[in-house]
């Protein structure tokens, strides 16, 4: 089991800049890829980013590509988002995920969830 709770969200300007961050629980968190996962109002939940189990391999959506980095500490079992040039497209409400598999961008194949971190970009 492995319970996800972020931090970071908030209101900012268009081209500012924000850090989300994800805890886990227990002490199998370096054993899981990590995701970061958004939605907005109506729309389907879409890939962000994702690392995997040691922070050596990342993916990220085209979309944020060269805005945002993903990273992980696996001493302080958390993983961070790190949001820059935000834009008003990227207001969604923000969830980080784990999958004890590869770091893949289909959010079903990701087991555990947090309760998300809403951020909103306003122009």
């Known amino acids: 089991q492995v319970q996800l709770v972020e931090s970071g969200g908030g209101l900012v300007q268009a081209g500012g800049s924000l850090r989300l961050s994800c805890a886990a629980s227990?002490?199998?968190?370096?054993?899981?890829?990590m995701g970061w996962f958004r939605q907005a109002p109506e729309k389907e939940r879409e890939f962000v980013a994702a690392?995997?189990?040691?922070?050596?391999?990342?993916y990220y959506a085209d979309s944020v590509k060269g805005r945002f980095t993903i990273s992980r500490d696996n001493a302080k079992n958390t993983v961070y988002l790190q949001m820059s040039s935000l834009k008003p497209e990227d207001t969604a409400l923000y969830y980080c995920?784990?999958?004890?598999?590869?770091?893949?961008?289909?959010?079903?194949?990701?087991?555990?969830w947090g309760q998300g971190t809403q951020v909103t970009v306003s122009s």
């Open positions: 995920a784990a999958t004890s598999g590869f770091a893949v961008t289909d959010f079903r194949r990701y087991t555990y």
């Open positions: 690392v995997s189990w040691v922070g050596s391999s990342t």
């Open positions: 227990g002490r199998t968190f370096s054993t899981y890829s």
